[in-house]
Nanobody
């Protein structure tokens, strides 16, 4: 079974940076499109970024475009989310998601890592 473990969250001041990591185990990471989602208190789940398994193409939501960068290291089975110029509105629990490209109905979630940005 595929497992995703996020790390790298924490408390940072506005304008600061954090790098989140999502370690994938149980299968080959290059068979999955990996995405980052977040959920702030009282708000809906939001897709933040994802990276394609085949060509490495990336997607960013408008709210993070230009500030966040997603990357993957298939050897280390890890996907990173570099977050720069953080804002208080980026405060949320960030979740990693793995979408199986072989079967669209199969996807997995990590337990999340909390990012808190103080003003």
């Amino acid at each position: 079974e595929v497992q995703l473990v996020e790390s790298g969250g924490g408390l940072v001041q506005a304008g600061g940076s954090l790098r989140l990591s999502c370690v994938v185990s149980g299968d080959t990471v290059d068979d999955y499109t990996i995405g980052w989602f977040r959920q702030a208190p009282g708000k809906e789940h939001e897709g933040v970024s994802c990276i394609d398994s085949s060509d490495g193409s990336t997607y960013y939501s408008d709210s993070v475009k230009g500030r966040f960068t997603i990357s993957r290291d298939n050897v280390k089975m890890t996907v990173y989310l570099q977050m720069n110029s953080l804002k208080p509105e980026d405060t949320a629990v960030y979740y990693c998601n793995a979408d199986d490209i072989r079967s669209p109905d199969i996807n997995y979630w990590g337990k999340g890592t909390l990012v808190t940005v103080s003003s």
